[in-house]
């Protein structure tokens, strides 16, 4: 059978050729300037609202029309959901309109790829907001978070959307930066394993995930946004990449550049980065997109280049194949550069094929595509809300009891505190609501979103006091707090940040802070509270830990939720009732000892205070601490060798029991802990952790087999490598509360010890 493709000789048109084979045939066809129509996109409203990427406003050029653009083809199609409210299915539909325009419009017949935000679920109006990234991690669950993403993912494709700006793989190093809110944690093996099943459920629904941001990010000077990196080669190696290496080895298929520059060379024109390491060391053959005006940047912030023609040529040497969110460098600058010859048609190319290749993977190229969205357009069905409930419930955790909570039976409450009574308190800065819907604000919010005053009335005769605004406030608001209070049985103060952006808020992008301290006069007001002598119960709901060592102990319990989403202050009612027993662990460690300098558990000496500064680095509560209300008996723990081949594996058995007439859980917690790099290094390191849910009485056994892979690691520049002799695997509920350690003498040549690769678990669960 012949087709009319292949009668043609357009063999890029036949779907049953090799990929490789139609996107030569396909480029030799292009004239340069539709080849570089591919390698960008085109943000249709850029202006029509508030910003939502630095610089923004500074950054809008005069594009060309759509209708002078689509003749040459498009490579992208920015946020055509994200950018305003659009109800989903007039979108959807809008969307296909455009893309039957540029399908016409160009004599390839090329759609465009179309990328939303997905960070908290899609970035639309009326969907789905899931909790954020800080509780994923919170939950320890890679298959809640997997599902998750494979919603959302389904979510996107039904509305036409192809590629999801998210996860954020940066590890967080400093809890004063204000995307701590976007990450997943302090710890990469927790953000890679974690990272790694959102990245594999949202590929499974036939969207490309996008790592970002690639990479150092989160390490920057005194956690201030886009500010530079000074980072040696084994911290980069060690910490801020295996989260990327991991998601990478899953097929993830795009990857954003870091906005920062590494050592003083921006990420954006370091080919050392984005082609050395990411495709020469790594093998990544996806796309790499710029994050947002990252290409223009290196002119107008970086001062590496003189212009967007100069910033264009570094940014396509160094390995970036699309520029985004618009048209600017990537365009005339560009087109201008081949035809001088400064800038070598053969990394147009290099770009080029990779972008079509993803287009024919994602069947943009097949003959029988078509732009129709999904007559199903509900984005906020009862399927995700229920999901949503569940990622909620499973990540809230109970830092702190005395005995007060559960609130079981009918209690006389006050519930008091910035964050009490606002939608906007469960969602993060990417949500949309926040990310967007503040600027449109006579739009409704588009979901159900139920404040924890509404979701507390539905068990407690609650009494509400705002006590004073997330920041400023007077004195006569805390005075009604306080006097609500008195007249409570309980105090549950509902504390910490309004997200926003580029100072819209006290957490989010470009909202760093200066200390952790509460902020506002919210520390104040808790102070007030407790010294009504009514126990307080803090919930804290917001982007990062804060300093609460000088309030502990005077409080009756803590809980905290990072922006759990639509379903979070049901979550969070359910867990202060007792119908929920909280199971989250923390992702990232809350800062102790008085002090507001932030450190993460990855620091050298943990536990141990220094005796050169006064500063103790002691967490108040370490990364991976949870409480419950049935703590899990720990029976006992064994291993089944005293030696552990560089290149071999151990076997460790850890047996839980529930004591208590309600079911519990418990995060058994593996660490490696390398006296030899005590000093340098961290003292203890994260190589595997599994959740186990326990019914009344039940005795489970839970068996680690870990799997180390050290020599895979020899030629890589930066790790660590250590002598053989004796290491220990510490097992336990979170990186300063140990069950037991198991020494082990690891046997073989002298290797690196790493967290992902070199001890990959798999842990068998039994009864």
């Known amino acids: 059978m012949t087709t009319e493709a292949t009668t043609s000789g357009e063999l890029w048109r036949d779907p049953r050729v090799a990929t490789a084979d139609r996107v030569r045939d396909l480029m030799a066809r292009m004239t340069v300037r539709e080849k570089v129509a591919q390698l960008y996109g085109v943000w249709v409203g850029i202006d029509s609202g508030g910003e939502v990427a630095p610089h ?51 004599r390839f017949g090329i759609p465009a790829m179309v990328h939303e935000e997905c960070l908290t679920g899609l970035a639309a109006w009326q969907a789905t907001v899931y909790p954020s990234p800080l509780c994923w991690g919170a939950t320890f669950e890679p298959d809640l978070v997997r599902r998750m993403g494979e919603h959302i993912g389904r979510s996107m494709r039904r509305l036409g959307v192809h590629q999801g700006l998210a996860p954020v793989l940066d590890v967080t190093r400093d809890l004063r930066w204000g995307r701590v809110e976007e990450t997943i944690g302090e710890d990469p093996h927790l953000v890679g394993t974690i990272g790694t099943a959102y990245v594999e459920g949202v590929e499974s629904a036939g969207v490309v995930a996008t790592l970002k941001h690639f990479a150092g990010y989160s390490v920057s000077r005194a956690g201030r946004n886009m500010a530079p990196v000074s980072i040696g080669r084994r911290e980069l190696a060690d910490v801020i990449l295996p989260p990327f290496e991991m998601a990478l080895r899953a097929g993830v298929r795009s990857v954003m550049n870091s906005y920062t520059s590494n050592d003083g060379v921006p990420v954006a024109a370091d080919p050392v980065m984005l082609t050395d390491l990411l495709r020469g060391e790594y093998g990544f053959t996806g796309t790499v997109v710029a994050d947002y005006f990252a290409v223009a940047f290196l002119y107008r912030l970086h001062g590496v280049a003189a212009d967007r023609a100069g910033s264009a040529g570094q940014a396509l040497a160094a390995g ?8 600017d460098c990537y365009g005339e600058p560009l087109l201008a550069e081949i035809e001088a010859g400064t800038v070598d048609l053969a990394l147009v190319d290099r770009a080029l094929e990779r972008v079509l290749r993803q ?29 949503a409930r569940e990622v909620a419930e499973r990540s809230i955790v109970l830092l702190h009891n005395d005995g007060v909570l559960p609130l079981t039976g009918k209690r006389r409450i ?57 920041v400023g406030g007077t004195d006569a608001e805390i005075a009604e707090a306080v006097e609500a209070a008195r007249a409570a049985e309980v105090c549950v103060a509902v504390l910490g940040d309004q997200a926003g952006l580029f100072g819209g808020g006290t957490s989010g992008e470009g909202c760093d802070a200066t200390d952790l301290v509460l902020p506002g006069r919210q520390e104040e007001l808790l102070e007030a509270l407790i010294a009504t002598g009514t126990p307080v119960v803090l919930v804290l709901l917001s982007g990062r830990p804060y300093e609460l060592s000088r309030q502990i102990d005077r409080l009756a319990a803590v ?18 009732s007792g119908r929920i027993n909280p199971s989250g662990r923390l992702p990232v460690s809350f800062p102790g000892a008085g002090s507001s300098q932030p450190s993460t558990y990855l620091t050298a000496g943990l536990g141990a205070r220094s005796e050169v500064s006064t500063v103790d680095p002691t967490a108040l509560f370490p990364f991976g601490h949870g409480l419950t209300y049935a703590p899990v008996t720990w029976v006992s723990v ?40 005590e000093v340098a290094r961290p003292v203890r390191q ?4 599994v959740k186990v849910d326990l019914q009344p009485g039940q005795t489970r056994t839970i068996t680690a087999v870990l799997h180390a892979d050290l020599t895979s690691y020899t030629g890589r520049a930066g790790h660590r490598q250590v002598d053989p002799g004796e290491v220990e695997l510490r097992v336990g509920r979170s990186s300063a509360d140990v069950h037991t350690a198991v020494p082990f003498t690891l046997t073989g040549p002298r290797r690196r010890v790493g967290f992902d690769r070199a001890f990959v678990p798999v842990f068998e669960i039994g009864d």
């Open 56 to 106: 923004q406003h500074d950054l809008i050029v005069e594009p060309p029309s759509l209708d002078d653009l689509i003749p040459h083809g498009i490579g992208q199609l920015t946020r055509v959901f994200g950018t305003r409210p659009i109800a989903p299915d007039v979108g959807a539909h809008s969307l296909a309109r455009t893309q039957r325009q540029i399908i016409a419009g160009n």
């Open 320 to 327: 970036i194949d699309v520029e985004l969110p618009t048209v």
């Open 359 to 387: 287009k024919c993977e994602l069947g943009l190229l097949d003959p029988d595509f078509s732009p129709e969205p999904d007559t199903d357009v509900d984005i906020d069905d009862p399927a995700a809300r229920s999901l």
């Open 414 to 470: 006050a519930v008091v505190g910035p964050r009490a009574a606002e939608p906007g308190a469960v969602m993060g800065c990417y949500s949309f609501p926040l990310h967007v819907g503040v600027h449109h604000p006579d739009v409704p919010i588009g979901v159900e979103v139920p404040t924890v005053v509404d979701a507390l009335r539905a068990d407690h005769d609650v009494t509400f006091a705002l006590g004073c605004p997330v």
């Open 559 to 576: 809980v905290c939720g990072f922006y759990p989403g639509e379903e979070g202050a049901t979550a969070l009612a359910g867990v202060l």
């Open 638 to 677: 064994e291993a089944d060798a005293r030696e552990w081949p560089t290149n071999g594996t151990c076997r460790v058995v850890t047996t839980l029991r529930n004591d208590h007439d309600i079911s519990t859980t418990e995060v058994v917690q593996i660490y490696l802990h390398d006296p030899v790099a």
């Open 686 to 689: 994260l190589i595997g952790a």
